[in-house]
């Protein structure tokens, strides 16, 4: 979700990973460009919120999200929680997504939202999902993976 330029691609590529990868994005601008520079790849312009979105329940195995939950909005915590439920309604397995993280030490806040590790908990022990958060790899990121039962 929010495949933007195809940076995930392109590194998954790199990487040697073999994968059968899809981006959608609701940027037409961001779609040429990937489009230019992976014509192997299916492209799918969309947005996840929409009654006409083309893909049905369960229609991935593994739906990955990175920095679509960045930037600031009326109510993070909301938007977060509607695109994990489409989300989870549209991947079989997997959800995937990372978030700044309220531990950053340089916040733009004016710009971007950091999410607070607990809260994030809390909703998805309420949605009662089995997840994992890492939180390691940068200061200022954190990672949620959910396996889906």
């Not at 073999?18 to 961001?30: F, K, N, R």
């Not at 959800?95 to 994030?120: P, T």
Request: glycine share 4%; aromatic share 16%; proline share 1%.
């Amino acid at each position: 979700m929010g495949c933007g330029l195809g940076a995930l691609y392109t590194f998954l590529k790199q990487q040697q990973v073999s994968i059968h990868y899809s981006g959608i994005d609701i940027s037409q601008e961001l779609l040429t460009f990937a489009k230019n520079q992976h014509p192997e790849v299916k492209w799918y312009y969309g947005d996840i919120f929409s009654s006409s979105f083309m893909f049905r329940s369960g229609s991935f195995d593994v739906l990955y999200s990175s920095g679509l939950l960045n930037l600031r909005c009326r109510n993070n915590m909301y938007y977060l929680e509607a695109l994990l439920s489409h989300m989870i309604f549209y991947s079989k397995k997997y959800v995937v997504f990372n978030v700044l993280s309220d531990k950053a030490l340089n916040k733009e806040s004016d710009i971007y939202h950091y999410y607070n590790e607990e809260e994030i908990i809390l909703l998805l022990q309420k949605k009662d999902l089995y997840f994992s958060i890492d939180s390691s790899y940068l200061q200022n990121d954190m990672t949620v993976c959910i396996e889906l039962q």
